[in-house]
């Protein structure tokens, strides 16, 4: 499985920004997707997974509220709609693959996409 995340950039305070996973594989009905980040100086931290085979989700309670996982099966890709930024949302975001199941916890994921840069700042 190859993964690919877009869709970084940057955004002011209170905006909004959609990243994107694309996968390689097509078959990733028995997959959980999901969304970590790293900033500067500190450890990676499980943001937002999906299931693709039942549309579960889980969110950090840190953007609980404000982002959005999301996938398009068809398109063997998954989004991350995040509204109402803070700058402490500035990190380097990446998706990953796992077949253990819906969880936030990076040991478990097999396959990594390269990071996105969201810069959130005025």
């Known amino acids: 499985v190859q993964l690919q995340a877009s869709g970084g950039g940057l955004v002011q305070p209170g905006g909004s920004l959609r990243v994107s996973c694309a996968a390689s594989r097509s078959t990733l009905d028995r997959y959980a997707i999901g969304w970590f980040r790293q900033a500067p100086g500190q450890e990676r931290e499980g943001v937002s997974a999906i299931s693709l085979s039942d549309g579960n989700t889980v969110y950090a309670d840190s953007v609980k509220g404000r982002f959005t996982i999301s996938s398009d099966n068809a398109k063997n890709t998954v989004y991350l709609q995040m509204n109402s930024l803070k700058p402490e949302d500035t990190a380097v975001y990446y998706c990953?693959?796992?077949?253990?199941?819906?969880?936030?916890?990076?040991?478990?994921?097999?396959?990594w996409g390269q990071g996105t840069l969201v810069t959130v700042s005025s």
């Open positions: 990953a693959a796992t077949r253990v199941g819906i969880t936030l916890l990076a040991p478990w994921y097999s396959y």
